[in-house]
Every structure is written in structure tokens, then in C-alpha cells.
């Protein structure tokens, strides 16, 4: 099946810095990639919409200030956390759509963000 | 928004015995329906999917019903193996590839 990566799979970082984290996906091309955030325990939330060439679409209560979305190929999308807060500590999943053949989604094999 | 409700939390069953998770949406816009595996720490794997069209489908031991009037589905598990042991997610959308609502999840042990 298709592939899709991230990176980090881990990043630790201080509070108040910002953090970068990439999905790519390897063998398709992805017009539109997912962002969702899973906290211990809990379901997986959508955050947003990645969708090449335009501005991404955030869901209700998720700030588009803090959680910047670049989608600038047709391979890769990038979820900056700014300014980062203890509480955004969680495991941020990705996933992309292969519109060019099946319309699946494939996740992503996601990145833990620990913030201290 | 779609809300996915998701019953039960924690299933334990004994090894061999069958495991049965339910869901509920409230969108009838939905129309794609996946279950997803996840593993501790590691991404969701799609098991096996339904579609609005359709009111059963089998993969194996695995196998799920949609009543699309009621708007539930459900994942049964036959033959459970402790190896099913893991965290199983339903969800819904509008069709295959697009934005997902997952249900909370369910926690199923397999006690060998």
C-alpha cells in the first residue's frame, strides 16, 4: 500500500519554542493531507486540512496561529506548533490522500510532542 | 458536525470467544465507514471499511454491519486471538479519503 512518513517521531521541546513537524507522502502524490492530534488515551481529533497550493482549513477551536499549516508541494505538508505549551504535548498523526487512484487515506506513523 | 458515539470502552473477552464493538452517527450525509486498529504509539491500520450501499461486509474473522436508517454500525470479531488485543476506532465520513470522525475508541483485551 502507499506510504506515508513523518518526521520527528519524537521531539521534545521547551516552552515558548516552536517545533516543525513533516508529512510526506512517498509513492503518491497528496493534494490533500489530514492533521489530527491524539492525546493518551483519547480518540484521534482532526485538527485541519492540508490542501496544496491554498490556505488550510482548521476546525472549530483549533487556533490557525498557533498550529501553522504549509502544504507546499504535492508531497509534503508541514504542521508548525508555535510557541509551544506543555499542554500541546501529544501524539500528532497525518495522513494523505492518493486521489490519483483510490481515494484512500493513509495515516502517517505519527510524531510525539512532549513540551517541558 | 458528525458526532461518532462509540460502546463500549473496554471489552475483555476470553480467547476464541467473539468481541463486539457498536457505533452511532448522527450525519446521514456519511457515507464511508472504516475501522481502524491502533497499537500503542503507533498509527491506526484500517481493518476493514463499509459503505452506505452496502449492509454487511466479511473479511475473514472480521466482519460489519451498517444500518444506515438507524445510522449504527458495528465491527464483530469472531475467533479472537490475543493478538487482536488493541485499541479499535470507528469513524465516518462523507466518502473514502475525506476528513474522518472517530468514534472515542475501544480498548479490547484477548486473555489467552
Redesign the interface.
Known amino acids: 500500500g502507499a506510504v506515508v512518513s513523518q518526521h520527528p517521531s519524537r521531539v521534545i521541546c521547551k516552552s515558548g519554542t516552536s517545533v516543525k513537524i513533516e508529512c510526506r507522502s512517498l509513492d503518491f502524490q497528496a493534494t490533500t493531507m489530514f492533521w489530527y492530534r491524539q492525546f493518551p488515551k483519547q480518540s484521534l481529533m482532526l485538527m485541519a486540512t492540508s490542501n496544496e497550493g491554498s490556505k488550510a482549513t482548521y476546525e472549530q477551536g483549533v487556533e490557525k496561529d498557533k498550529f501553522l499549516i504549509n502544504h507546499a508541494s504535492l508531497t509534503l505538508s508541514t504542521l508548525t506548533v508555535t510557541s509551544a505549551h506543555p499542554e500541546d504535548s501529544s501524539f500528532y498523526i497525518c495522513s494523505a490522500r492518493d486521489t490519483t487512484t483510490s481515494y484512500e487515506q493513509y495515516f502517517g506513523p505519527g510524531t510525539r510532542l512532549t513540551v517541558t | 458536525g458528525e458526532n461518532v458515539e462509540q460502546h463500549p470502552s473496554t471489552l475483555s473477552v476470553q480467547e476464541g470467544d467473539s468481541a463486539v464493538i457498536k457505533c452511532t452517527y448522527s450525519d446521514s450525509a456519511s457515507n464511508y465507514f472504516p475501522w481502524y486498529k491502533q497499537e500503542l ?6 481493518i476493514i471499511d463499509i459503505r452506505s450501499n452496502v449492509g454487511e461486509k466479511k473479511d475473514q474473522r472480521i466482519a460489519v454491519t451498517l444500518n444506515k436508517t438507524a445510522k449504527h454500525f458495528s465491527l464483530h470479531i469472531t475467533e479472537t486471538q490475543p493478538e487482536d488485543s488493541a485499541v479499535y ?1 470507528c469513524a465516518a465520513s462523507m ?11 475501544t480498548r479490547l483485551m484477548v486473555k489467552p
Do not use: D, E, H, S
Request: hydrophobic residues 35%.
Open positions: 504509539g503507533k498509527r491506526p491500520q484500517l476506532f466518502y473514502a479519503g475525506n476528513m474522518l470522525t472517530f468514534g472515542g475508541g
